[in-house]
Nanobody, 123 residues
């Protein structure tokens, strides 16, 4: 199982970005995918997650209404659409996977992790 996150970049406050997490070596609809982020000098935190089995999602309060997670199961890809970005969203964003129908915002729940993609939001 491999995960490849992409789509990060440097944008101004209020802008949008869409991150992608492409999975290899497994069938996405049998997995749950979580998105996490880690800002410089801070601990990793959950952003949100999705069950690729039924599309159910969970979001951390600080991204509700701004971020949306979706899947393209035939392409084994999960997306994190980030709107109205703020400077405090600056971090390395990671996707993670676990063989389960249920997702979680708890990092140790996930077995497989991607390499991360940097998102920088300037004011």
């Amino acid at each position: 199982v491999q995960l490849q996150a992409s789509g990060g970049g440097s944008v101004q406050s209020g802008s949008s970005l869409r991150l992608s997490c492409e999975g290899h070596g497994f069938t996405l609809e049998e997995y749950a995918i979580g998105w996490f982020r880690q800002a410089a000098g801070k601990e990793r935190e959950g952003v949100g997650c999705i069950s690729a089995h039924d599309g159910s999602t969970w979001y951390e309060d600080f991204v509700k209404g701004r971020f949306t997670i979706s899947t393209d199961n035939p392409k084994n890809t999960v997306f994190l659409q980030m709107n109205t970005l703020k400077p405090e969203d600056t971090a390395v964003y990671y996707c993670a996977a676990v063989s389960s129908n249920f997702c979680s915002g708890y990092g140790p729940y996930y077995r497989y992790w991607g390499q991360g993609t940097q998102v920088t939001v300037s004011s």
